[in-house]
């Protein structure tokens, strides 16, 4: 052969110049989606992508990996390797991946399809549609992994049930739905920038370092393997990122803001990785904190956005609360889950005395002043042959979708609470982060399915918590414990729907993009929901949400909704809260009146402290 | 001698995933089973796309062809992305042992009178041709109900963009390496009357909204353009004395009789299925009826296009093809009348 | 760190940067890659990407390597074929990345390059 082309002539060759500009018919309706986010592209050759791998390489890389693992695989199933783990508890950590990891390779296969065809540029769509593959490549061979164990543990047999209905798992599905149904652009700041590049090695590394850590060799062998392809997708999301910031200057705000959102979105999706690394796996790795000071704040913040500096690209907003919540997020959310483990698809116990020495050394200005306590009295509890239970259902954020039990900044003992009316509509939010999100895009997160609500419009398999534990699909054993009662919601009429609040409209591909909210009142008949706060009480993680009539006297609500809550609490005694508030301002209740007589409206925030 | 071998026995508690055992009972599915069946979320999505409001993310209307179980479908093949790329680097390895072979030989050079332009005039340009197939493809992986589906459109997508680095790559064979032809492969199919028909065929494809009848058309012309190309004229060319053509034909004509398996498996389900059947059948008649006559019409511009450059009764062979076609939808079950449909 | 060097017997200090001296000196800043601690071709590569890279420190965590380098890491496809004594396509690198940070300036026949740009 004469000439011999460098893999850089060869690999554009064969991927660039494929395509033509169409004129049987108008190439703005072969590729319809790309202009109404506001993103400039001016030249789509300039994109890069250093890997310059060809089908034929991806093809022979991808089956030599492949084929080591499923032989991993196979020996491992053929040697019962399940009964080597380190301990059975930690198969929680890949119950819950596999519940809510899993569908999310899914969802990113599913929608790099369309990034593979509705982009312009045939350099970035086929990295697209390799990506694409790629994860389905991860939905399979981490069902294929956690197959074995299917066979012996709990919590795995009905994982896409569980995804689509169980209430902890709304938190990362709505998260990739809420980037699936964004642009295309969007889509890929969220899921390759922030998702791949920003927040994987926080997602991904400390579970399969557990993996390895805890005996798990299949685990740590898949994912291992599919960091390999993340790699790629990492680099997908910075070429992307680097891109479209240099292709026009208007895009640098819009990106700015992609950017400042989905940081938060992830972050808070990684909320149930954090409680994960301090709880879940029996011999640790590093703490959440230590992980999100190397992962995040050295290698992002100190690396990648000095890099990005140049473009005039800030770090995320609300970053610092993330880092401000370092100390704090895994205690917080390990202790709801561990509250509300009567309705979930994995077991929660509490720290033992080694554990609890591991925690304090982490976290020396945290734990024992103020995570130990609660961990202390369940202890007292289930040493009186009880289970510290909350016994209600939590009120929901609602953009991130997980129970309020985030606590105001630079105040680890209050819990945060943002609220916004929109349309006359009363939403809360964990969050300045979220409530932010919300504020941008009000049309969108109004349609958010929040499973709390859902279960009390009825929708989610019956009224009790077996009804709904059975529509979830959860099956005796795979939590550790199904006893708690019943909550039981009941029904009554209106409140004048309040009037004000903010407008603004989404940019969407028509202007027509309204839906009515999914938790609106008229849902309820002569019921409304009502949030409740017991004001500085460590043991209740977050406000309970309650469905109740409207004409529902006051003491009737005290004795038959509120008590019965609070009694979670056993050193509870009924009657005795005080300093009442409603929605911000005090109040006075007299035991005659009724909510609405009261003012108690549609997702209103009743507060107390005793 | 006989070793006894004491191992600890644990009964597992099931056999298989929870909602596999409700469809085939509690026994071991095979990995293609458990990598697809069920995969794909169902219900309670979260937002409206802001890219379609009238939709769900997924959703079973973004084609008119539907089946009561999308599950139903299941790729003969077995395919799952193991498998998957497992025989797609066998493919690329052969066709990389052939070019090789054909490239330290020269053989290219020696092909007859008319044969050397053929690859290069008409069969490279057909790299567009496969981009254009990878997008209408990626379309159905993206909208498909259910990952059975999905999945085969998938593979099909990367195939295509596959087909189109192989063709590349016999245009580097053609110019000793280079990549030189390639910019003329693309001249002629943005001009080259010959073409013109296949290229207004891929830009129609793509603004087609439903994915099934994108789908379907693309493989009407693929029925026509995979068999002219690489069983017809690999025969005229083994006949007479193109044998380099033939040595790089039977690759693509390898793929595509693994790419017809699950093609016709699915018409045949959607052909059959007990509740949407007989609208199914319908509307693929519809297809068939709007896209085989511009298929074939296409078809035979390129088949002049061949014969003027080998004389191999090129447009003769893409008459018979239609009606081959007509003939073998008719058998999946697709109210076809042949003598309708030819161009 | 004390948890997992507790845990694995391993001292970790040298592959992070941030204690106090290290912060302070953080105007180069590190890039890095994390490998499959898998079998000899892992060996080889994590070999040659210590020649190749004055200043490079490597920490082992369960299951993976972790390679940083102070501004720019470099792996040079003649140093891994003289470490494994065969060829070794650029692309079989992939075989062994579990993660990186940094930029991916240049990837070709002869070496990959890892920096930040700006």
Redesign the interface.
């Known amino acids: 052969m004469a000439q011999k082309l460098s893999m850089k002539q060869r690999y554009s060759a064969l991927t660039r110049d494929l395509d033509w500009t169409p004129d049987y018919v108008d190439p703005a309706r072969v590729f319809p989606y790309t202009a109404f986010e506001g993103i400039k592209v001016h030249d789509w050759s300039k994109w890069e992508d250093p890997f310059r791998l060809t089908v034929d390489a991806y093809c022979k890389y991808q089956a030599e990996k492949d084929k080591r693992l499923y032989a991993v695989l196979d020996g491992f199933a053929q040697g019962q390797g399940h009964l080597s783990l380190s301990d059975a508890r930690y198969l929680n950590s890949m119950k819950l991946f596999l519940q809510g990891v899993t569908p999310l390779e899914y969802a990113a296969h599913r929608h790099f399809a369309f990034l593979a065809r509705y982009y312009n540029g045939p350099g970035p769509r086929f990295a697209a549609l390799c990506q694409s593959i790629d994860e389905l490549r991860h939905t399979q061979t981490e069902v294929h992994t956690l197959s074995t164990y299917n066979r012996y543990y709990g919590g795995m047999h009905s994982w896409p049930t569980m995804f689509d209905r169980v209430w902890y798992l709304s938190v990362p599905k709505s998260f990739f739905d809420d980037a699936m149904s964004a642009g295309p652009f969007e889509f890929l700041i969220a899921i390759s920038f922030s998702f791949e590049y920003l927040l994987t090695n926080l997602l991904f590394v400390p579970f399969m370092s557990g993996a390895s850590f805890n005996g798990d060799l299949p685990s740590m062998t898949f994912g291992f393997s599919a960091q390999s392809d993340e790699s790629r997708h990492m680099t997908l999301g910075l070429e992307a990122i680097k891109f479209l910031l240099e292709q026009d200057e208007a895009n640098v705000p819009i990106i700015q803001e992609w950017i400042d959102k989905w940081f938060w979105r992830g972050y808070r999706l990684v909320a149930l990785v954090a409680q994960m690394i301090d709880y879940m796996l029996p011999r640790k790795v590093m703490s959440w904190k230590e992980s999100f000071e190397l992962y995040f704040e050295e290698q992002m913040l100190g690396g990648l956005f000095k890099d990005l500096e140049f473009y005039g690209i800030t770090p995320p907003r609300h970053v610092e609360h993330a880092i401000a919540e370092k100390d704090l997020l895994s205690h917080q959310v390990y202790w709801t889950l561990y509250s509300f483990s009567y309705a979930a698809a994995f077991t929660t116990t509490l720290p033992d005395p080694a554990h609890r020495a591991w925690l304090r050394e982490q976290y020396p200005d945290t734990f024992e002043r103020y995570y130990q306590p609660p961990f202390d009295r369940a202890a007292a509890i289930q040493e009186g042959g009880g289970r510290f239970f909350f016994q209600g259902l939590p009120q929901l954020c609602q953009v991130c979708q997980v129970p309020m039990l985030f606590t105001e900044p630079g105040d680890p003992t209050t819990l945060c609470q943002r609220e916004r009316v929109y349309r006359g509509e009363r939403y809360h939010f964990c969050s300045d982060g979220c409530q932010w999100i919300f504020d941008r895009e009000p049309a969108k997160y109004v349609q958010a399915w929040l499973p709390v609500h859902q279960i009390y419009q009825g929708n989610c398999g019956g009224p009790t918590v077996p009804d709904v534990l059975a529509w979830y699909g959860i099956q005796d054993g795979d939590a550790g414990s199904t006893s708690a009662r019943s909550t039981t919601p009941t029904g009554s009429a209106g409140t004048p729907k309040p009037r004000w609040g903010l407008t603004m409209p989404v940019r969407a591909i028509t202007e027509a993009y309204e839906f009515p909210s999914r938790s609106r009142a008229e849902l309820y008949g002569d019921d409304q929901l009502v949030h409740v706060l017991w004001k500085g009480n460590m043991l209740l993680a977050a406000a309970a949400t309650f469905r109740v009539p409207r004409a529902m006297p006051w003491a009737e609500f005290l004795a038959g909704v509120v008590d019965p809550w609070a009694a979670s609490d056993p050193d509870y005694r009924p009657g005795t809260g005080r300093s009442w508030t409603l929605d911000g301002r005090p109040l006075e209740p007299r035991d005659a009146d009724t909510l609405a007589d009261l003012g108690v409206g549609h997702k209103s925030l009743l507060t107390f402290d005793t | 001698m006989q070793y006894e071998l004491r191992q600890q026995v644990v009964e597992p508690r099931r056999k298989t995933f929870k909602y596999l055992a409700d469809r085939y009972g509690d026994q071991p599915v095979s990995r293609y089973v458990e990598a697809t069946v069920g995969v794909q979320p169902t219900e309670n999505f979260h937002y409206r796309p802001l890219w379609a409001p009238d939709h769900e993310l997924y959703d079973e209307t973004y084609s008119a062809l539907r089946l009561a179980d999308p599950y139903s479908f299941l790729d003969p093949r077995q395919y799952y992305y193991a498998p998957y790329v497992t025989a797609r680097a066998q493919w690329h390895d052969a066709v990389g042992r052939t070019l090789r072979y054909v490239e330290d030989r020269r053989l290219f050079d020696h092909l007859p009178a008319g044969w050397r332009e053929l690859l290069g005039g008409l069969v490279l340009p057909l790299r567009h041709y496969e981009s254009g197939a990878q997008l209408v493809c990626v379309t159905g992986a993206r909208f498909a109900y259910g990952t059975s589906i999905e999945q085969c459109l998938s593979y099909a997508a990367f195939d295509r963009i596959g087909l189109a680095q192989t063709l590349s790559r016999v245009g580097f064979a053609l110019a000793d390496g280079g990549d030189e032809l390639l910019g003329a492969a693309k001249e002629s199919w943005v001009g080259e009357p010959a073409l013109q028909g296949l290229r207004r065929l891929c830009e129609e494809l793509l603004v087609e909204p439903d994915w099934g009848a994108a789908a379907i058309g693309l493989d009407l012309a693929d029925r026509l353009l995979y068999p002219l190309l690489y069983q017809h004229l690999d025969e005229a060319a083994l006949r007479t004395g193109a044998g380099p053509y033939s040595l790089f034909a039977q690759h693509p004509a390898g793929w595509y009789a693994d790419h017809r398996r699950w093609l016709d498996a699915l018409v045949g389900t959607w052909c059959a299925d007990p509740v949407h059947g007989a609208e199914n059948r319908a509307i693929l008649a519809g297809v068939v009826a709007a896209w085989l006559p511009r298929a074939a019409a296409a078809v035979t511009d390129f088949a002049r296009g061949v014969e003027r450059l080998v004389a191999a009764e090129a447009p003769e062979a893409v008459a018979a093809l239609a009606e081959r076609a007509a003939a073998d939808l008719a058998r999946l079950g697709v109210p076809v009348e042949p003598q309708q449909v030819t161009a | 760190?004390?948890?997992?060097r507790e845990?694995t017997g391993l001292d970790h200090d040298g592959g992070?940067?941030?204690s106090d001296g290290a912060r302070q000196a953080?105007r180069v800043?590190?890039?890095g890659v994390?490998l499959?601690e898998?079998g000899e071709d892992a060996r080889g590569v994590v070999v040659a990407v210590e020649r190749d890279n004055p200043g490079a420190t490597v920490t082992q965590?369960?299951?993976?390597v972790r390679i940083q380098v102070p501004g720019r890491l470099v792996i040079r496809r003649a140093s891994v074929e003289e470490q494994l004594g065969r060829e070794w396509e650029?692309?079989?690198f992939?075989?062994?990345?579990?993660?990186?940070?940094?930029?991916?300036?240049?990837?070709?026949?002869d070496e990959i390059v890892i920096q930040?740009?700006?």
């Open positions: 760190m004390s948890g997992s845990a992070r940067a941030p953080q800043r590190t890039v994390d499959q898998a965590l369960p299951g993976l650029t692309h079989e992939q075989l062994a990345i579990v993660s990186y940070h940094g930029h991916i300036a240049e990837w070709d026949e930040w740009d700006h």
